[in-house]
């Protein structure tokens, strides 16, 4: 049999078996939305959130609920802002970075505000429900 026949055949499995496999990693941005879809994940896969955010204005993304049980933190909040801004005190953005570690359910909670005013309603919410299965 030519080997061109069998590269057909090959490639549609491949295709296939890719096609099954999740993406090592997600990345959710949920923007100016105050909440977001359900994010499903596989055990093992990272997510990444990365949310916009300007310290200096006393505003700060504060982290309250990280789905417990479901998800394990990589890193802290981590600030960067954009290199060609040239802007002091110029929007950034906050990324977090997490693992499905467990298969079930559960809520990841930011609110943006600042720390000191505990009496005010948060500026922003970030409020997600996670899925992982194995």
Known sequence: MPVHRLLLPFGL???????QQPANNVTLQPGERQ??????????QTLTLILPSNPTTGFRWQLHEAAPGVLG????EVYSAPEDAGLVGGAGESTWRF???????????????RPWETD??????VDCTV???Q
């Open 120 to 125: 005010v309603p948060p500026a922003r919410t």
């Open 73 to 76: 933190s990589l890193s802290p």
């Open 35 to 44: 909440s977001c879809s359900p994010v499903r994940l596989v055990v093992g």
């Open 13 to 19: 499995a491949l295709l296939t078996a890719c096609a």
């Open 131 to 133: 899925n992982v299965r």
């Open 99 to 113: 693992q499905a570690s467990a298969p079930g359910e559960g809520r990841l909670l930011l609110t943006y505000q």
